[in-house]
Nanobody, 125 residues
């Protein structure tokens, strides 16, 4: 069983930045596509960003394009989500997800097999 754990959430003012980290216990992390999703109170979980196993392909939701950057370090079994120019509407629990053996990127949550517990991001106005 692969364990996925997020960190780096917190409280930040609008316009500020945060970097989320996601560590996966998989020995073959370099063959996992990774994704970030978020869920705000009273709303359904939504896709944020995804990255292919080699890091060559990335994909973003329109709402975060140009502000968020997904990256990965396969040597550290870690994926990152750099969030800049944060807005109050970015407030949510952010989840990291792993898709083993998947090349390319996906915005579809059920294509990811392993999920973290989430980390809270709160952006104050």
């Amino acid at each position: 069983q692969v364990q996925v754990a997020e960190s780096g959430g917190g409280l930040v003012q609008a316009g500020g930045s945060l970097r989320l980290s996601c560590v996966a216990s998989a020995r073959t992390f370099s063959t996992y596509a990774m994704g970030w999703f978020r869920q705000a109170p009273g709303k359904e979980r939504e896709f944020v960003a995804a990255i292919s196993w080699g890091g060559y392909s990335t994909y973003y939701a329109d709402s975060v394009k140009g502000r968020f950057t997904i990256s990965r370090d396969n040597a550290k079994n870690t994926a990152y989500l750099q969030m800049n120019s944060l807005k109050p509407e970015d407030t949510a629990v952010y989840y990291c997800a792993a898709a083993p053996g998947r090349d390319g990127v996906s915005e579809i949550s059920h294509e990811y097999d392993y999920w973290g517990q989430g980390t809270q991001v709160t952006v104050s106005s």
